[in-house]
């Protein structure tokens, strides 16, 4: 696998001090895990977002701007592929008070699914105690796409901080690049912050067709039932996933971006 950088935020290294003050990076440790991602959609090569990361945070907002599901489904694949542990944060909450029904059903959709959905609000402060607890002594990984309130976030769980912040585009309701390359922020309750720019696409790396569907824990519950094996779970007879799709026991939502996620995979090989 090529990558587009050799060392990224999160690595153990060994340098040597010049005497300037500057270092020279001399061996790089083994990683325990690692986010990657195509470096563009097209591209072969990879892009090692983040290394040794102890919690992955995906920061969505179901408007102003609105998160793809693909774009949610496509990064908990890589974290479930790669042994990062992650939770989805819907920040904005204080924004959706009139909307609950939107958000019982993304967070049906998700607790379904086996992930733990947080509601949090810079504004009123709900689950930022909570959120900080999670972060405490850990390198954590927060990303998402533009516009979410990942730096307003980070400022909230540690204001010494201080990060830039911009406004939503109001012509194209999305959100502006406040952080523009990786970032790696200690906390002064304990552990460090990664922020991330916000990210348009998500494509996958080094995830084989066949073993897409274990990347997904509610299909890895029912693989074993299958007839076939492997089963792409798109046509075979005695698929125990359609089975279980077709009686509600998989949200349909998440089945189709696994049938997205596939025949993209299958388009690039």
Do not use: W
């Amino acid at each position: 696998m090529r990558t587009t950088n050799p060392i990224a935020v999160g690595d153990f290294v060994d340098y040597d001090r010049q005497e300037d003050g500057s270092g020279i990076i001399t061996q790089i440790h083994p990683r325990t895990n690692y986010i990657i991602r195509k470096s563009t959609n097209l591209s072969r090569e990879a892009h090692i977002i983040a290394a040794n990361i102890d919690l992955a945070l995906i920061i969505v907002t179901l408007d102003l701007p609105q998160t793809p599901l693909a774009f949610i489904d496509r990064f908990l694949v890589t974290c479930e592929a790669y042994r990062v542990p992650v939770k989805i944060i819907l920040n904005k909450s204080d924004l959706y008070k009139d909307n609950t029904k939107s958000v019982k059903s993304f967070r049906e959709l998700y607790n379904s699914a086996g992930y733990e959905v947080i509601e949090v609000s810079c504004i009123t402060g709900e689950n930022i105690d909570t959120l900080k607890k999670e972060c405490k002594d850990k390198l954590t990984l927060l990303s998402g796409i533009s516009g979410v309130g990942k730096s307003t976030l980070i400022n909230t769980l540690d204001s010494t901080l201080n990060l830039r912040t911009k406004e939503i585009s109001e012509y194209h309701l999305q959100g502006k690049h406040t952080t523009t390359y990786y970032e790696i922020h200690p906390l002064s309750t304990g552990g460090f912050v990664i922020d991330t720019p916000g990210i348009r696409g998500f494509g996958l790396i080094e995830i084989k067709p066949e073993e897409l569907s274990h990347y997904f824990p509610e299909m890895l519950k029912v693989l074993d039932n299958c007839r076939f094996a492997p089963c792409t779970h798109t046509h075979e007879p005695g698929c125990a996933v359609k089975t279980a799709v077709d009686a509600g026991e998989i949200s349909a939502d998440r089945y189709i971006s696994y049938i997205g996620m596939l025949e993209e995979e299958g388009k690039y090989r």
